[in-house]
């Protein structure tokens, strides 16, 4: 079983920062795909963007050029750098486990975090 956490959520101010984090099980995240995803209330559960296992990374048009995701396989953790954030960024993230990474997009996988809530204000 695949445990995922996120951490790093919080209220922002507009062009702010913050950096999320999904810790996994040792070990869990050295071969697979992650994908992060996002909630609003009364939208649907959209992703954002994705990491493979060797670092390449996708992201939807809206955050380009102001995220990033990162991993670090060692500690089983994937990153999600959030730059110049706007307060239609705020929702809760989540992360994703397991999917089909392609360099376009990300099929989400069967295991999800918790998700940790993003507040940016105007």
């Known amino acids: 079983q695949v445990r995922l956490v996120e951490s790093g959520g919080g209220l922002v101010q507009a062009g702010g920062s913050l950096r999320l984090s999904c810790a996994a099980s040792?070990?869990?995240?050295?071969?697979?795909?992650v994908g992060w995803y996002r909630q609003a209330p009364g939208n649907i559960r959209a992703l954002v963007g994705s990491v493979n296992s060797r670092g390449g990374t996708n992201y939807v048009d809206s955050v380009k050029g102001r995220f990033t995701i990162s991993r670090d396989n060692a500690k089983s953790t994937v990153y999600l750098q959030m730059n110049s954030l706007k307060p239609e960024d705020t929702a809760v993230y989540y992360c994703?486990?397991?999917?089909?990474?392609?360099?376009?997009?990300?099929?989400?996988?069967?295991?999800w975090g918790q998700g940790t809530q993003v507040t940016v204000s105007s």
């Open positions: 994703n486990y397991g999917g089909i990474w392609t360099a376009t997009e990300y099929v989400q996988g069967d295991y």
């Open positions: 040792p070990g869990t995240f050295r071969a697979g795909a």
